[in-house]
């Protein structure tokens, strides 16, 4: 998880093992879902309160939106 304003730039630096220990430290290379806001602020705050939930409920709100899982990165272009 995380706020950019290029999503896009961010996703393809993760596909290349950089731009957060995280994704180089587990191989994360597929964009499965996210979330598009007018204001940083509301970006930071919707993180923020996700970051807290339990595992549970953060695959169930991915797996809502995409439950196969497909890359969507393909999408952004």
Known sequence: ?????DLAGRTYA?????GSE????YGVKTLVWYETYDLVT?????ESNI???PRKWKLD???????ERIDLY???S
Request: charged letters at 30%.
């Open 61 to 67: 709100l991915f797996e809502k939106e995409n439950p």
């Open 51 to 53: 970051k807290h939930w």
């Open 74 to 76: 393909e999408s952004l």
């Open 42 to 46: 509301d970006a930071i705050q919707r």
């Open 1 to 5: 998880m995380g706020v950019t304003t």
């Open 22 to 25: 995280f994704t180089a430290l």
């Open 14 to 18: 993760h596909r290349q093992g950089k």
